[in-house]
């Protein structure tokens, strides 16, 4: 359609417990946003700076190895970092954290704040191996949430286990690229089918 937006993010899976990453604040967003990650990503390498931490953020840090720094934001905790989430209540200091990740090339996100993001944390569906990210292009969290739930409760429990056994399948199967991927996509038609 003219005239309609168009959501020009590219989704990608991130490995976050080969990357490292910062959260800049200790509050309720911080705490969010290391829930998030950690639902998806137990294993997380990150660490967080904040000259206060709530209680919940300390629980949720010790029993994941999250390092936790009291200490105000400063561009030095930068280093060695790939990505970085700015959760404070202070614009300016979010402003500086941005204005620092882009100066180094690390991707950053602005908590609430889409101009200054590089990546959205949207929704995310997981059952098993098989995981799906939702993004409404940082317009409507609540919309995300929502698709999140729905694909939560259609997609089947045993989708991970079809997922394992056409794993299984497609290492027997002989021929070249595309005669694999025409069997394969024979094997899974049903999946679409109505």
Known sequence: MEGVAQNELYPVFLKVNK???LIVGGGNVALEKLTFLLK????????MVAPFFKEETVEKAVAHDVEMIEDHYNKKYLDGKHIVIATTNDE??????????KANNVLVNV???PPYCDFYMGGIVTKGNVKIAISTNGKS????????QFFEEVIPEDIDELVQNLNKYRKTIKGNFGEKVEKLNEVTKSLVSK
């Not at 998806?40 to 660490?47: D, E, H, I």
């Open 19 to 21: 990357l490292n990453t």
């Open 40 to 47: 998806s990503s137990p294993n997380a390498k990150v660490q």
């Open 92 to 101: 300016e200091v979010n402003v500086e954290v941005y204005k620092d990740c």
């Open 111 to 113: 908590a609430d704040n």
């Open 141 to 148: 969290p609540t919309t995300a949430k929502r698709l999140r």
